[in-house]
């Protein structure tokens, strides 16, 4: 069963800092482009960041660039998310998805077709 699983999650303060891992299990991930995505309460779903199969493109939001940077160990199955100097505006739930996209990458989740449950993270003091 192909199955995408999020970690890293947690609470934490303004300004502080937090790893996300997103690893597959039941397929390889560097056959997929893969993105980061959040929903908080109340809001629509925004697509974070996304990198490409080889890693060799990234895209961020405007809301996170400069402060978040996505990486892969296609080795380990694993894509990462690095997010500094959190804010309170970036406590969501975060969710990591897979696209099939063979060039780039792209923020739009209408492009994904594996998802994980999602990792709670907040940014509170």
């Known amino acids: 069963q192909s199955q995408l699983v999020e970690s890293g999650g947690g609470l934490v303060q303004p300004g502080g800092s937090l790893r996300l891992s997103c690893t597959a299990s039941?397929?390889?991930?560097?056959?997929?482009?893969i993105g980061w995505f959040r929903q908080a309460p109340g809001k629509e779903r925004e697509g974070v960041s996304c990198i490409s199969r080889s890693g060799g493109s990234t895209n961020y939001a405007d809301s996170v660039k400069g402060r978040f940077t996505m990486s892969r160990d296609n080795a380990r199955n694993t894509v990462f998310l690095q997010m500094n100097s959190l804010k309170p505006e970036d406590t969501a739930v975060y969710y990591c998805?897979?696209?099939?996209?063979?060039?780039?990458?792209?923020?739009?989740?209408?492009?994904?077709?594996?998802w994980g449950q999602g990792t709670q993270v907040t940014a509170s003091s």
């Open positions: 039941g397929f390889t991930l560097d056959d997929y482009a």
């Open positions: 998805a897979a696209s099939s996209l063979a060039w780039g990458c792209s923020r739009s989740g209408n492009l994904y077709i594996f």
